[in-house]
């Protein structure tokens, strides 16, 4: 498995960065379905642990999904 290193690639395309913007999900049902993905989706980690980026210029934006 390949482990991006995004702000590598960032600099080394002349990309100096100031915030990343990232986005996560809640997801709300009644849908048993729904509920086993919603489930595996919260212990699953998140992509900005897995990427390893810097937490002093991350900004998330939370989402709640109703289904």
Same mark, same amino acid.
């Given at each position: !498995? #390949?482990? /991006? $290193?995004?702000? %590598?690639?960032? $600099? %080394?395309?002349?990309? %100096? %960065?100031?915030?990343?913007? &990232?986005?996560?999900? #809640?997801?709300?049902? +009644?849908? *048993?379905?729904? =509920?086993? &993905?919603?489930?595996? =989706? ?6 900005v =642990?897995? /990427?390893? /980026? *810097? *937490?002093? =210029?991350?900004?998330?934006? /939370?989402? $709640?999904? +109703? !289904?």
């Amino acid at each position: !498995m #390949e482990i /991006l $290193r995004v702000e %590598e690639i960032l $600099r %080394e395309n002349g990309i %100096e %960065e100031r915030v990343i913007f &990232y986005g996560l999900e #809640e997801i709300q049902t +009644s849908s *048993p379905l729904w =509920k086993i &993905y919603a489930f595996i =989706k919260q212990i699953s980690p998140h992509f900005v =642990k897995f /990427l390893d /980026l *810097p *937490p002093t =210029k991350l900004h998330g934006v /939370l989402t $709640r999904l +109703s !289904m």
